[in-house]
């Protein structure tokens, strides 16, 4: 069974604090994804990974950064938190190949910048 | 780049009127779909998801869903609603072929089920 763990449900940081939030499959997944969920947007794309030390942008990295020293953890990094990055950030994570290329997603961590 | 238009944000039906929830897709190449179910305080989990074959395609809590290439569609279908059934609901496509994981998601459609 696939599971996608993240570090916080909830958090509340102030602006311009650097804040982080991790990602941990247990899959031996090669892909991680992180999203931002908010209400009459869907989920967004931020950043992705198919591999160790490789990023990807996804539609909205301004703000954010990533990072992927192992196969199995997927950092989101908030250089300086603003009120407009408060919102439910998803980790998700996928295999290479195959037929199957469903993304199995965390619980989410919402954050609230204040 | 691709888009997903989901057509309604909120669905309200009665327990056990029949639901369909649209969802189209712009993109003329070969793409891969999928429906995701958010319930009230959980992760999102996957309905169901079609890659070739048979179009109409069998999820997971008798929901189904019939791709129509010509009309660039996907909509999701149950015959008949329960009150666990509420939740929201995200279409969402990808590129199909080989390098091809990331995902666009529609912006989703909440359903209220009323007992």
């Known amino acids: 069974d696939v599971k996608v763990t993240q570090s916080s449900r909830y958090l509340v940081k102030r602006t311009g604090e650097k804040v982080f939030l991790e990602c941990v499959q247990d899959m031996d997944h090669e892909n991680m994804f992180w999203y931002r969920q908010d209400p009459g947007l869907g989920l967004r794309l931020i950043y992705f990974?198919?591999?160790?030390?490789?990023?990807e942008k996804g539609d909205i990295p301004e703000g954010y950064s990533v990072s992927r020293e192992k196969k199995e953890r997927f950092s989101l990094i908030l250089e300086s938190a603003s009120t407009n990055q408060t919102s439910m950030y998803l980790c998700?994570?996928?295999?290479?190949?195959?037929?199957?290329?469903?993304?199995?997603f965390g619980p989410g961590t919402r954050l609230t910048v204040t | 780049a691709q888009s997903v238009s989901q057509h309604n944000h909120h669905v309200i039906l009665s327990e056990a009127a029949s639901l369909e929830l649209g969802c189209n897709y712009s993109y003329g190449g070969t793409v891969n779909l999928f429906w995701y179910v958010q319930y009230p305080g959980q992760h999102l989990q996957l309905l169901l998801k079609?890659?070739?074959?048979?179009?109409l395609v069998k999820g997971i809590k008798g929901f189904e869903a019939e791709f129509i290439k010509s009309k660039f569609s996907f909509n999701l279908r149950k015959p008949s609603v329960q009150w666990s059934d509420t939740a929201e609901y995200f279409c969402?496509?990808?590129?199909?072929?080989?390098?091809?994981?990331?995902?666009?998601f529609g912006k989703g459609t909440k359903l209220s089920v009323i007992p």
């Open positions: 079609y890659f070739s074959g048979d179009p």
């Open positions: 969402a496509v990808s590129l199909s072929g080989a390098g091809s994981y990331q995902l666009t």
């Open positions: 998700a994570s996928t295999n290479h190949g195959g037929a199957s290329y469903e993304q199995y």
């Open positions: 990974s198919y591999d160790v030390k490789m990023k």
